[in-house]
């Protein structure tokens, strides 16, 4: 029972962990560019799950005041990593454009959007020299 | 929970698929299920801006980008053993590190008592707006925000930079 | 090409409809959810969508290259100059408390408030839009020769 209730307390962090594990996983082991953008973004969504959680409080709702105007008791969700969180969603976008404008520079001027191959081409182009 | 898990099983998918146009439209379907929990956890604003940006503006910048590059993943070279390693052992490491956290949800975790709640207590005092998300985005951390548009702002700059065509007139 | 006019209709109808959305989502970022952000993204959606169906040429005769141009970095200027119009009434930068009568009861450093947070989301929403198209037409221009 015990654990059930840690398991259940911890179940939010626990998915991000795994998503934070799976970006990691897609960056560092594919070789295509594309997806390996694809998983900067996954990892940089985990890491907004990880703000936002803890900021959720069990019976509040969402920080827009009603007619109480905050002095009453009604309990509102933490609003400081909301916005934290908006700025990185928007800087995180305004990354993923500049990373796709590289890649189809790196396309155009190699052929091949595989970083092995890219790696491949410039080491010999550096040993023909 | 339940949403939490397709966001898994979603990721799982993105890993394996070899077609880069389903990763693609697995990446949309995974923001759009983001937004979702996003909205469960209390935070509408931060849902909105994640629907319209993830699923949106990301979606159709990596279609245009497939578009002008290749649709397929090349076969994989080196074997993904050590990657594998790596990333599980942080997995570990970290979820050691978040036993001693506190339970999802409690009012008076750290978090939610100090800064949180002296902007919740003062915001309609200062400012007589509704929305304490806009307000302490303009005008308690107004600076931040102007970061952020100067991020935009050069990030657009450089793309016209990298991929304009100046056309010859004449 | 039937499957063309089921999409022309229809965006006909969509269009406006998200750009009015957008304006709603931008001036009732007080109330409830919103702001500049989102705000942006959505009308430049509508205009992305545009030129998804009708091509890149007539979203070029309606949101011309150089107005997009011109006002990425406009939005910027505007909330810097919010910030630096707050010097000049007296405050420190991006003191909205004196932007309207300086110095301010407390009832005016609201009135200042409520018009500093307008000002700003209006920069925000200006540079968000004019960014995403211009990004738009930067991926869609460099296909065809």
């Excluded at chain 1, 890491?47 to 803890?54: I, R």
């Amino acid at each position: 029972m015990n654990l059930a209730i840690e398991i259940a307390a911890h179940y939010n962090y626990w998915i991000t962990i795994f998503l934070m594990c799976a970006g990691l996983y897609i960056v560092v082991a594919k070789s295509n560019m594309i997806k390996t953008l694809v998983g900067l973004g996954i990892f940089q969504t985990s890491v907004y799950l990880l703000y936002l959680s803890p900021g959720k409080i069990l019976g509040g709702t969402p920080p827009i005041l009603g007619p109480d105007k905050g002095h009453g008791d009604v309990i509102y969700a933490n609003p400081l990593p909301h916005v934290l969180i908006l700025t990185a969603i928007v800087v995180g976008v305004a990354t993923l454009a500049l990373g796709l404008a590289l890649v189809v520079r790196i396309n155009e001027a190699y052929g091949t959007i595989e970083e092995d191959e890219v790696v491949a081409t410039v080491d010999r182009e550096d040993h023909a020299e | 929970m339940v949403l939490l898990t397709l966001l898994a099983c979603v990721v799982v998918g993105i890993t394996r698929a070899r077609n880069l146009f389903a990763v693609v439209v697995l990446g949309s379907a995974y923001s759009f299920l983001m937004a979702s929990v996003m909205m469960v956890l209390d935070a509408v604003d931060v849902a909105m801006t994640e629907a319209s940006v993830g699923a949106g503006i990301s979606t159709v910048l990596l279609l245009g980008a497939l578009f002008l590059t290749k649709v397929t993943e090349a076969e994989p070279r080196y074997s993904n053993t050590i990657p594998m390693i790596v990333a599980i052992g942080t997995g570990a490491m970290l979820v050691y590190g978040t036993w001693e956290l506190p339970a999802f949800g409690i009012a008076d975790s750290p978090v939610n008592t100090h800064v949180g709640a002296e902007y919740i207590a003062r915001n309609y005092d200062d400012t007589h707006i509704p929305n304490i998300v806009t307000s302490v985005l303009a005008s308690y951390r107004g600076f931040d925000t102007l970061g952020e548009v100067t991020v935009i702002f050069t990030a657009g700059i450089a793309i016209l930079a990298l991929l304009k065509r100046f056309r010859q007139k004449g | 090409m039937r499957m063309d006019v089921i999409l022309r209709v229809t965006a006909k109808f969509f269009i406006p409809v998200t750009i009015l959305f957008g304006l709603y989502v931008q001036l009732h970022g007080d109330f409830g959810p919103g702001g500049g952000f989102q705000a942006g993204v959505i009308i430049a959606a509508a205009v992305i969508f545009y030129a998804i169906v009708w091509g890149k040429d007539a979203a070029e005769r309606v949101v011309p290259q150089w107005l997009v141009e011109l006002l990425v970095p406009m939005g910027v200027l505007i909330y810097a100059g919010v910030g630096i119009y707050g010097i000049m009434t007296g405050g420190t930068y991006l003191d909205y408390n004196g932007l309207v009568h300086s110095p301010p009861t407390h009832d005016e450093a609201v009135h200042g408030q409520h018009w500093g947070v307008f000002l700003v989301e209006i920069g925000v929403l200006v540079t968000v839009t004019a960014t995403m198209i211009a990004i738009f037409y930067a991926f869609a221009g460099r296909g065809k020769e």
